[in-house]
């Protein structure tokens, strides 16, 4: 290995980065030794800049040196003239002759993205102009020289750069993050470069290494992944409102105008039954006149329309219109799926154990910081198993992925309970380690009737939804731990969900955890045709929509359950976040979607 | 471990499944003695009957038995009598009492879906009537003795049912599956049930298998996965047709009908563009007379419908109208993704090496079996490579893959081998230990140019994309081996790949498998602004949409590669099926979208 007269060194030879031929710092820095014992290596690395400084020579020590570099080029140079001419012998060594007034040491802090570290990296004038290299955000490719810090370098090693391969420029005037530490909220608009910062970087690698942990889990424990469709006809939680897919606007063959007409006709009667329900909640708690004043308004104000517009069709074409959605792409009404539930049981009625974690989406118009309008979710069915079972297998679960973030994730964990927030450790253990508190909704009402010392907004009542100050009080307060609250009122369950036998509850059950709130919801499913038929007409969906997922009754029904993971919460939950849109590498929220 | 007077038992005990307290047939049947060893254990299995029949025994040998039942169960209904009333006794009795003309045993096979193969079940009919357990697609949970196969039984090893703990009957009349093998293509109208069917569960699992395979692969690389977004503003391809995604057709405020007339008016002008590309293409390949003119006519005829809905604009609103997409969910005009590879860049250009495994879509109306309106696809990009590199990770990504599902998918394999096609485990060892074949687009034509043996449909000539008959001719018949094609004339190639100094070629290449072609699409990206620029603009893209990636050569510019993995084509290929709607959960294709 010896090479230019140099002793032969005896360093572990450092693999290249396979498909790059470049050492990913993470080989280096990530080391126990810091990369010491790496002392005296030649190496390739590449990465951005993310801070750098000048340290320019002074005169008297530069002189020589210069002088005989001086000397040296022009040597070269005249060689370089004689063989491709002299205009461009000329122009190549402009670009990279150092101006003699500019002697001088560009020192960088160059991050690749493999870990949370940079390596400094010492780049001489004659190599490249500092004006190229030093400015944020400049991507480079060095060789060179692992060596003790010369200057007065960070780090216990860096490289000085012998060859420089590729610089990428930088134009700093519109460069997003020339400036120092912008606010994640100004980062947003630029999500396209903030995974260039520190943070943002550490984040998404804790993403990605969840990422594998989920499919680790799974493979672990012999379930299947199924990919269920993301483009659907069937509204799994008949909740919320959804996406609608279409290519209709696209077709030139829409001869006329009706369509809009029928569409809005057709919504503005859903949206009826969605207000009354709010004016009936609303009469309900006496308190808020005004907000119900106004929805009584609202509702009358969509109930003329719908007779405004119902006339107004049937004088056009003597009959009621409907939407031709055979014209669409899929011949029907198709919708981004909110979650895989549905599909994901049809599978648990063959396969057994199946799993699926993909996009699901809520085109609800809410400002939540925690579920965004495109999200990640975790899915799950189990054949045979009940709701103690789909409880034991979340528990599991959590324990499993966030100790796999502990383990996996030590130096980006460390980098963000410095910079965002102390706790992360200490939070993922507790879920890592500690027992999950279990109380059936009934309890927890029961729990927080009796605190006195703490005055909710709104009063706990049997039959209403935990608030996020109920469970936050809960996990936070009382339990200091992560809390399964199951049986809920049936009111408060999605439709498919087995009823109990006290006729009052449903089998479900959520995970609540400190900081974040709700991770997990599940339950067991209902097995019982004429229950599930039941519930679906009581909750006025459409059940044409459902058919076949009655079918499933219908034909070898089986016992299953299964719950929906959050994947974004978590990630806040394990970096200290507050808001999802900081957590996902192009976030979807309402009014917004760059890129 | 002894029970009822029973000499103990020396056998392995058996795991339980998790989370569903059974056993899965897999820990029974996937041993190497097909379960020999576990005889005479007691275990609890839970399925689905795939076929029965059913054994009436000899009055004589059933008389003794039948009459000692009897006696028992009669003094167990009096006990029960007393306790709960008589007439509730009664129908409990009746319904599990056998009627004594019918005393029969049924022979169940029953499948789990944890394994191709079906675990025999013997169940009495005093434990229940063979009408409820023995029609096909019934689900059955039931505890027993594994022992040696009685009567005329398959396999090396049967459960005799000792208690039924659960039955999910079957309605013969309307279950799609009660017939004997129902041909693929009816079973698409059933793709909540196919799983099923042995051969979709096989499939169904060797995706599984294949989905982990994936992960697996770029978790020993060190790569990070990135949720890539699926609503998107950008076209990645600016090829093809998209879906679009709106809430627009939901709102209430769409109050007037003027958006729709505006849409069709925007896309019919796009449309304009391909008509007239299709009009160019057609003038090129003079055989082609009657196609020509009706592109022609189609051309005019769209021009004109421009005409006259902008003279009617103007006339009503005295301008010229846009859409007003400010008004939709995102504020903007968003779309279902195509591909991943650009929003990926942005990731590689501050982490390295980065990928996302996720779905795509296409809204184009086409018949082809091998890539649906909504798949699954793996993209990828590394940092500081170039397309040497990207086409090296994508011969060993796909001979990891497929030595993956060598070793992980051995009974599944021989299943499909057996029903399918028996070459699937030749096609995946000629992936997984060959070599790959690499030539250039021009070597290729070149090679194709000199076939005599062989008439093409369309014959072959530098600058037109091959056919599938081209294509699978050279892998097929030439090289009888993966092939990896790169250097493809600009015009083939996407906007963003990087333009070779030949001015002619991009570095992109494909990679292509005997009996499904391109499994495989990728290359070097185009790092140079000013090229880039130009080449969104001769393509006549929307540049606007371009400015955020441009920005990515604009700051710290890097070299990268990478390339788009097709999932659904590489099922296709290890299990024989022809069809990807047959090897998809729920395939969504043009007019189609069940569930």
Known sequence: MASDGQAPIEAPVLPLSKYSKRVLLKMILGRSDGGLGLMGQKVVVGGWVKSSREFRMAPEVVEPKESCLETKLTFFQSILIVFI?????????????????????????????????????????????????????????AEGLLQKPSLQGKGTIELKAEKILHIGLVEMDSYPLSKKSLPLELLRDSAHFRPRTTTVASVMRIRSALTQAIHAFFQENGFFHVQVPIITTTDCEGLGKNFQVTTLLDEEKLEDQTIVEDVRLENIKASIKEKSEKVEELKRSPSNKEALAAAIQDLKKASDLVSHLEAKQKAKSGK??????????????????????????????????????????????????????????????????????????????????????????????????????????HRLRLIATDSF?????????????????????????????????????????????PLIIYNHPKELAPFYVHLNDDGKTAAAFDVIVPKVGSLIRGGQNEERLNILSTRIEELGLEKQQYEWYLDLRRHGAVRSSGFSFFFDPLILYATGLNDARDAVPFPRSFGKANN
Chains 1, 2 share one sequence.
């Open 85 to 141: 001419g002299e205009h461009r012998g000329r122009d190549k060594l402009d670009a990279i002759l150092p101006k003699p007034p500019q002697r001088s040491i560009s020192i960088l802090q160059v991050g690749d993205g493999s870990c949370a570290s940079n390596l400094q990296v010492i780049v001489e004038s004659y190599l490249a102009p500092p004006s190229e290299v030093m400015p944020t955000g400049t991507c480079i490719l």
């Open 320 to 425: 009621s219109a409907k939407v031709d959605f055979s014209e669409d792409f899929f011949s029907c009404k198709t919708y981004l799926t909110a979650s895989g539930r549905l599909h994901l049981e049809s599978f648990a009625s063959a396969l057994g154990n199946v799993y699926s974690f993909g996009p699901r989406f809520n085109a609800t118009k809410s400002n939540s910081k925690k579920l965004l309008a495109e999200m990640w979710i975790l899915d799950l069915e189990m054949a045979f198993s009940q709701l103690e079972d789909s409880m034991e297998c979340a528990s599991d679960f959590l324990k499993f992925i966030c100790k796999w973030m502990l383990e996996n994730c030590e130096e980006d964990l460390k980098f963000v309970a410095k910079r965002i927030d102390k706790l992360v450790v």
């Open 437 to 481: 508190e279990k109380i059936s909704y009934t309890e927890a009402v029961e729990v927080l009737k009796q605190i006195t010392e703490r005055k909710f907004e709104k009063e706990v009542q049997w039959g209403s939804p935990f608030g996020e100050e109920h469970e936050s009080y809960l996990t936070d307060e009382i339990y200091k731990k």
